[in-house]
């Protein structure tokens, strides 16, 4: 299996948690890494998973601890 890296441009880390959207209910959801990559999902790393928001009115649900989000 080849190595997953973060989809965030510019950034060589290591992907550790798929991010979801689902549009129809304003929401992203960040959780471990899946088995295999998937369409309209997003491996990111650590670093990006602990700063990720979203817009205004929107909800987050995530089991990353967050250094930014209040």
């Not at 880390?13 to 549009?23: F, G, P, S």
């Amino acid at each position: 299996m080849s190595e997953r890296y973060c989809s965030k441009m510019g950034c060589g880390r290591e992907a550790a948690h798929t991010l979801t959207y689902d549009y129809t209910d304003s929401m992203a959801v960040i959780g471990p890494l899946g088995a295999e990559k998937r369409p309209h999902c997003y491996d990111i790393c650590a670093y990006h998973a602990a700063r990720q928001t979203v817009p205004r009115g929107w909800q987050l649900i995530s089991s990353v601890p967050s250094t930014r989000r209040h």
